[in-house]
C-alpha cells in the first residue's frame, strides 16, 4: 500500500510564500510523474503542477512565474513553493502521484491540505 502525505498548508495574507511538500510511503520501486491538483469551494479539481522523474516542469498559465513545482527521489517528496499568492490560490491542494508497484503502475492521491490567502 502507498501513501501520499501533504504538509505545509495555512493561512498567508495576499503576497506572501508557502512551501508545501507531498512524501511518499509503503512499498514501491519507483514514482514517475508527480502532480499537484487544487480544488477551490465550488469548482472542479484543477491540475495546477507536474514534474516527471526527470525532472521537466509544467504549470497551469494562472501560476506560471510564481509557483515551482519540484522532487527530491532520495526521500520520494514533492515540493510546491508557492510566491506571491493570490486570494484566489485559495484551495484545498492535493498531490498525486504515478508509482510502480508490483501492481503494476498505479495512481494515489494525497487527502489534501487547505491553503487560505486572504488579509
Known amino acids: 500500500q502507498v501513501q501520499l502525505v501533504e504538509s505545509g498548508g495555512g493561512l498567508v495574507q495576499p503576497g506572501g510564500s508557502l512551501r508545501l511538500s507531498c512524501a511518499a510511503s509503503?512499498?514501491?520501486?519507483?514514482?514517475?510523474?508527480m502532480h499537484w491538483y487544487r480544488q477551490a469551494p465550488g469548482n472542479q479539481r484543477e491540475l495546477t503542477a507536474s514534474?516527471?522523474?526527470?525532472?521537466?516542469?509544467s504549470y497551469v498559465d494562472s501560476v506560471k512565474g510564481r509557483f515551482t513545482i519540484s522532487r527530491d527521489s532520495a526521500k520520494n517528496t514533492v515540493y510546491l513553493q508557492m510566491n506571491t499568492l493570490k486570494p484566489e490560490d485559495t484551495a484545498v491542494y492535493y498531490c498525486?502521484?504515478?508509482?510502480?508497484?508490483?501492481?503494476?503502475?498505479?495512481?494515489?492521491w494525497g487527502k489534501g491540505t487547505l491553503v487560505t490567502v486572504s488579509s
Open positions: 498525486n502521484a504515478d508509482v510502480y508497484t508490483s501492481g503494476g503502475l498505479k495512481n494515489y
Open positions: 509503503g512499498t514501491f520501486f519507483s514514482i514517475g510523474l
Open positions: 514534474v516527471s522523474g526527470g525532472g521537466s516542469t
